[in-house]
């Protein structure tokens, strides 16, 4: 995905977000990662793959995701 078409896409998610919490995590995550180019280079680059791998239906349900969890913390 082209810079441009991302930044389009993110404004549009801001735009459309009631959510002031999620509002106030993700100005706080581009402030931070404003600061330190590695930290925004693995920020991307971790962005990028997740929207690959949803791209490409690699997905969790949210019951997967909860037996994965709970496999992870000895549940």
Known sequence: MKEPRIKEELKTLIENEDDFQLLESIK?????SSL???LKDL???RALKAEE??????LY???ELEKILEA???Q
């Open 28 to 32: 706080t995550l581009l402030v931070k």
């Open 36 to 38: 330190n180019p590695v």
């Open 43 to 45: 920020l991307t680059s």
């Open 53 to 58: 791998d949803i791209q490409a239906g690699r």
């Open 61 to 63: 349900s949210r019951k």
């Open 72 to 74: 992870k913390l000895g």
